[in-house]
């Protein structure tokens, strides 16, 4: 009998460059979102939301790349998820607040005081414990700043409405409602249509603003409605994912009996 222990298997080469290599994507992030404040600082807004877009490119793609090449066993001594974390904070919230400051979305009188809000309700946001769950969900309103300030360039509402539905959502981050982690679609549903066509609409999203961006000021009614339409869907599809967990999907006998007890 043979008692020498299995040999271990050292990764090649290639496989090493790939592992750190998406750390190094990761990083590439704090370099947009240093280039976003730049450009935010001399008025150049469409710039700055195409810089903001590049950092959440990435930001999604990092995370499949790090599983697909194992990044957190073979590229170890760096901590990704705090990297990662670091760089969502830059991009997700202090570049968008900067914009805030910046920009004639807000009354002149609540730029700073806002601006200090979202970042101060934001650190309480990304240092939770669960801010990411179990099952791969966000745990209160997950920061997209940048998506926000985006949608209140585009509408260009009154200055006092925008900053009534920033303090609402800075309110929700307080809320354990659970949202939909893009990048984790297999803890949306158990079907795989489902989890596909929720995916090709979040790309149709991103094409759809990036087709805003590269035609403004010329309106676009259709595509804004269809982002709007997104919005919807991904805060509805977050509300019934919180009320029937993964695995718990309501059959006719559940939906029956939950149509009787309000009736009563």
Known sequence: MNNHPASVVRPSLIQLLMAWSVHLVTASGAVFGLFALHAIHEGNWLIA??????????DGIDGTLARRFRTKSLASKVDGAMLDNIID???YVIVPAFFLMEADLL??????PLAGLI?????????????????????????????VVFYLFLWQLQPIHNAVILGVLCILIFVPIK???PSRLEYLSEKQILRTGMLGLTLLW?????????????????VTIFL???MILYIGASIYRQIVPLGEEWDNERLTGFIRSIRR
Not at 52 to 58: K, N, P, R
Not at 124 to 134: E, G, L, P, R
Not at 209 to 221: A, D, G, N, T, V
């Open 228 to 230: 709007i339409a997104y």
């Open 179 to 181: 949202y939909i982690y």
């Open 107 to 112: 009354p002149p009188a609540l730029r700073l």
């Open 206 to 222: 991103g094409v759809g603003s990036s087709w805003l961006l590269f035609q403004y000021p010329r309106p676009q009614q259709q």
């Open 49 to 58: 939301f195409w810089l903001m877009s590049a950092a959440a490119i990435v």
């Open 119 to 147: 970042a101060l309700c934001s650190s309480y946001q990304f240092s939770q414990i669960d801010a990411k769950t179990d099952d791969h969900f966000f745990k209160g309103f997950p920061s997209y700043w940048n998506v």
């Open 89 to 91: 904070y830059l991009n």
